[in-house]
């Protein structure tokens, strides 16, 4: 059964997505806050793959896609999501980040 999975990552050199290069875990960034919550089967992995694209983001690994973001792309993101329920984790994670710097937005599906 596949499994989608939706996450905040570290940056790379250049603030390019990090491909980790670590065979046990794949070429994905290093997640530095919680999954976030599907919202039905898939919806919040099919809505990041949207955004994603539309960020110019680039396939890191087989099953996995990843684009830059910003606080203010990623409040877009939870808003047009979750509404004005946002999980607690993902608003905790959301206080939390520097709003001067980048952030990679992970979707895998595995």
Request: aromatic content about 10%; overall charge negative.
């Amino acid at each position: 059964m596949t499994t989608y999975q939706v996450y905040l990552g570290e940056t790379g050199p250049g603030g390019l997505p990090d491909r980790g290069g670590n065979f046990a875990t794949g070429d994905t960034p290093r997640r530095i806050g919680p999954q976030f919550p599907s919202m039905g089967s898939h919806g919040a992995w099919s809505r990041a793959c949207g955004l994603i694209e539309s960020l110019g983001g680039i396939r890191i690994d087989w099953g996995a896609v990843a684009a830059r973001v910003g606080v203010d792309d990623l409040r877009w993101f939870l808003s047009e999501t979750y509404g004005v329920a946002v999980p607690t984790e993902v608003t905790d994670l959301l206080a939390g980040l520097d709003p001067d710097r980048g952030y990679v937005l992970v979707a895998m599906e595995h």
